[in-house]
């Protein structure tokens, strides 16, 4: 499957972004989805993931309460709407498809498509 992310930008401390991610294929439905980010010199680290069916979601510390991960699959897209967003939240946001994931289940790892990632900058 192939992923597009896009949404990124630069907005000032406070400011929300939603980022999408478009999907190539109508298999859609059978991967579990989640949302990574780079920031400047740190290695790729996990922001948020959600189940097959869009039900359950799991979410890093740092992006609990103020960011929400869905997901449409009619549409073959994932959403990650943040608000209340953090000079700390700048980073190079990927979306990711995790194939042999069962229907409930958010999942931390394990994911083996990759889009090729949307800038957030997030000035003070």
């Given at each position: ?9 630069l907005v ?17 439905r ?13 290695e ?8 097959r069916?869009?039900?359950?979601t ?15 699959n ?7 709407q943040?608000d ?23 999942y931390?790892?394990?994911?083996k ?7 957030v900058?997030?000035?003070?």
């Open positions: 499957v192939q992923l597009q992310a896009s949404g990124g930008g000032q401390a406070g400011d929300s972004l939603r980022l999408s991610c478009a999907a190539s294929e109508g298999r859609f059978n991967y579990g989805m989640g949302w990574f980010r780079q920031a400047p010199g740190k790729r680290e996990f922001v948020a993931a959600v189940s069916g869009g039900g359950n799991d979410y890093a510390d740092s992006a609990k309460s103020r960011f929400t991960i869905s997901r449409d009619a549409k073959n897209a994932v959403y990650l943040m209340s967003l953090k000079p700390e939240d700048t980073g190079v946001y990927y979306c990711a498809a995790r194939p042999n994931a069962i229907q409930s289940a958010p931390r790892d394990g994911y498509f990759w889009g090729q990632g949307t800038l900058t997030v000035s003070s």
